[in-house]
């Protein structure tokens, strides 16, 4: 098993932790100018979420979390269940509402997503950062307002709601920010 | 995301700070040659390196050029070009050995070594060494703008290549060491002349302990109570070790936000090449400057006995193997120097990059450098 030490410590390792894996999401390193060099840590649970303050000191080193990031489809879902399938090995890989959380809202057949696999198995997934959705509902729009600064709930093809300006159509196809869930631009067939 | 990949050409800092630090350069200047400092260049590379026990230095392995005659050193014929790093010198050439490398070959007529050690060069961590050499001859009053190397020290307040200002005055002690100090603080960044406290001082008003006298299980209770999560490698009894978490936790961020603060009379087991004043307990004439929670200076009132110094650098090397380090030469030509006789005097270093980031209000020092250590 692979180790990092302080002077591999940074933003974005994911590290391997009491039994658990961590991703370093913090990093300081501080030193008296004669004295020990320390690195005071934040840590981030990638299965549960906490968060854990470390200092070490220069020199300690820890253990590398077996953590491998692939490329899946989604394929489907079925109650609870998200189903991919990873695009190099058509191996199908489950992840519960909970792992997929709010991603849900983006989620369409056929869309290429990030997953994060942790001993193999699948522990969290990132859809791609814009996506493309059909609007099935919203309130009628004025005609001819391109006004962007007004904005109504849609209600779109993956069954979840975005704010969209007010010109926007039932059948339009709206492309999101999955990472803010803004609104971006319409998007011709 | 920026485009790292296309623009990580430019520099890292902006003109206007780049501006700044070459007007502070030359303000530092006028500062000192205005009080009749001479300005004085020192090598960067040196067969020599300061020991300390939390400063690991960079070195080459590159094959020098005759160093000539020395301690420990033997003279060889040039190498040819093009003969380089793990090369084997031929014929009669042999690798100048450095001091405390090969115990293999010391003392013996030379005899072929199968694995000839690979000649270091340090790359220097402060122009200490050399600016003393140089007390010793009799230089006076001297300063430097160095460029300095330290390993593994990359941070908001780290680059591992650093601008370090160092300077001596002989026939000082250290009450006019501070004073000159908190007068160059005064006249570069115009906070307030500085304010005093001893090491003692702001451990009792900010941790409620005697840094000098509290033992080890004090210093891990204090720790505790502040509720610092302590390195799990820390050793129990590094006394220093958790004496310098709480400073880092809990003192140092307290320091200097009013007034400048000089922090003067260190633990003894400090003193690095401080000499250390015989008080009850004794304590290391050593003072450091903060601004703004930032540690900015470092000085001594230098030690000048070299069988003192010896004794130190063989105790540093032995804590330094302890935390798993390489142990570094402990003969060098300081110690030549101060058996010649080095005058009594203080010496000091200031990291000018942080100099520069406090007048700029900059949180890293990235932002007052070209280009730090991931663009170099």
Redesign the interface.
């Known amino acids: 098993m692979a180790n990092y030490s ?2 591999d410590f940074r933003k974005g390792l994911k590290v391997q932790l009491d039994g658990d894996p961590y991703i370093m999401f913090e990093c ?11 690195y005071k840590c934040k840590l981030r649970n990638l299965l549960r979420g906490t968060v854990l ?8 080193s820890l253990e590398a979390a077996e953590i491998e990031e692939i490329q899946a489809q989604f394929l489907y879902r079925q109650q609870n269940q998200f189903v991919f399938m990873e695009n190099e090995t058509y191996e199908q890989y489950e992840l519960s509402a909970e792992q997929v959380d709010d991603a849900w809202k983006y989620l369409k057949e056929g869309m290429s997503c990030d997953i994060v696999l942790y001993n193999n198995h699948p522990i969290s997934m990132t859809p791609p950062n814009h996506v493309v959705l059909r609007v099935e509902y919203c309130e009628p729009g004025a005609k001819g307002n391109t006004a962007t600064n007004v904005s109504k709930p849609c209600k779109v093809d993956t069954g979840a709601e975005f704010p969209c300006p007010a010109f926007v159509n039932i059948g339009d196809l709206v492309r999101i920010d999955t990472r803010t869930g803004a609104y971006i631009e319409r998007v011709k067939e | 995301m920026t485009n790292s990949s296309t623009d990580d050409f430019r520099p890292t800092a902006n003109w206007s700070n780049l501006r700044l630090r070459a007007d502070m350069l030359r303000r530092l200047r006028e500062f000192f040659d205005s009080r009749g400092f001479l300005e004085v260049e020192t090598p960067i590379l040196s067969a020599d390196t300061v020991i300390d026990r939390h400063l690991d230095p960079f070195y080459t392995a590159i094959p020098p050029f005759p160093l000539g005659e020395g301690p420990g050193r033997t003279a060889i014929s040039p190498l040819p070009l093009g003969e380089g790093p793990g090369v084997r010198a031929n014929g009669s050439g042999q690798w100048p050995v450095i001091s405390g490398q090969s115990e293999a070959t010391s003392g013996k007529s030379p005899a072929p070594d199968p694995q000839p050690p690979v000649p270091r060069l340090w790359l220097q961590t402060s122009p200490e060494f050399h600016m003393k050499r140089m007390l010793a001859d009799g230089a006076g009053a001297i300063y430097q703008v160095a460029r300095v190397f330290r390993q593994d020290e990359l941070g908001p307040l780290h680059n591992p290549e650093f601008t370090l200002v160092e300077w001596y005055q002989p026939g000082d002690g250290l009450d006019e060491g501070m004073k000159l100090t908190g007068e160059l603080c005064e006249a570069m960044l115009e906070r307030g002349p500085a304010e005093r406290m001893s090491y003692r001082e702001a451990f009792e008003r900010y941790v409620g302990l005697d840094p000098h006298t509290a033992d080890v299980a004090a210093l891990t209770a204090a720790v505790e109570k502040c509720g610092i999560q302590p390195p799990a490698t820390l050793a129990r009894e590094d006394r220093d070790g958790w004496l310098d978490l709480l400073m880092v936790e809990r003192v140092q961020p307290h320091l200097g936000f009013e007034r400048p603060v000089l922090l003067f009379d260190y633990p003894a087991s400090q003193a690095a090449l401080a000499r250390v004043r015989p008080d009850d307990p004794p304590v290391a004439e050593r003072f450091e400057l903060f601004v703004a929670g930032v540690e900015l200076a470092n000085g001594y009132h230098e030690l000048l006995d070299p069988d003192e110094l010896r004794m130190r650098n063989s105790r540093t090397n032995a804590q330094r193997v302890a935390d798993g380090k390489p142990p570094l030469p402990e003969e060098n030509r300081l110690l030549a120097a101060m058996r010649s006789g080095l005058p009594s005097s203080v010496g000091v270093a200031l990291g000018f990059d942080r100099l520069v980031m406090l007048a700029a209000g900059a949180n890293n020092i990235a932002e007052v450098m070209a280009f730090p250590f991931d663009r170099a």
Request: hydrophobic share 20%; net charge positive.
């Open positions: 302080t002077s300081n390193f501080v030193k008296p100018g004669k004295g020990q060099a320390l303050d470390r200092t070490y000191k220069s020199g300690d």
